[in-house]
């Protein structure tokens, strides 16, 4: 299972950025879709998780209101969308994928991902 992160870059406070998670070698149908965060220094950061089943998402909550998480299963494929970013969103973000244990909104701990893809830098600076 390979998940290939891209989207990220430099962008100004209030900005928005569209964060992509590609899967190759499986079907992401199975699948629940996190991303997480990591800043210098801090640890990695839970901050988005969608089911398998599209319509369940999950915030945390210092990003509810601002990011959406999607997926389009038939491009083997998930978003992130960043809208009114803040520098304190500057960090790496990395996509997980595993199969939902039964309680999946607790999926917020990266140990319960086997599969991650390389991260891609986001940096909100003016």
């Known amino acids: 299972v390979q998940l290939q992160a891209s989207g990220g870059g430099l962008v100004q406070p209030g900005g928005s950025l569209r964060l992509s998670c590609a899967a190759s070698a499986i079907a992401l149908d199975y699948y629940a879709i996190a991303w997480f965060r990591q800043a210098p220094g801090k640890e990695r950061e839970w901050v988005a998780l969608?089911?398998?089943?599209?319509?369940?998402?999950y915030y945390a909550d210092s990003v509810k209101g601002r990011f959406t998480i999607s997926r389009d299963n038939a491009k083997k494929t998930a978003y992130l969308q960043m809208n009114r970013l803040k520098p304190e969103d500057t960090a790496v973000y990395y996509c997980?994928?595993?199969?939902?244990?039964?309680?999946?909104?607790?999926?917020?701990?990266?140990?319960?991902?086997?599969?991650w893809g390389q991260g891609t830098q986001v940096t909100v600076s003016s």
């Open positions: 969608i089911s398998k089943n599209i319509g369940s998402t």
């Open positions: 997980a994928a595993d199969i939902p244990i039964a309680n999946i909104a607790t999926m917020t701990r990266p140990g319960l991902f086997e599969y």
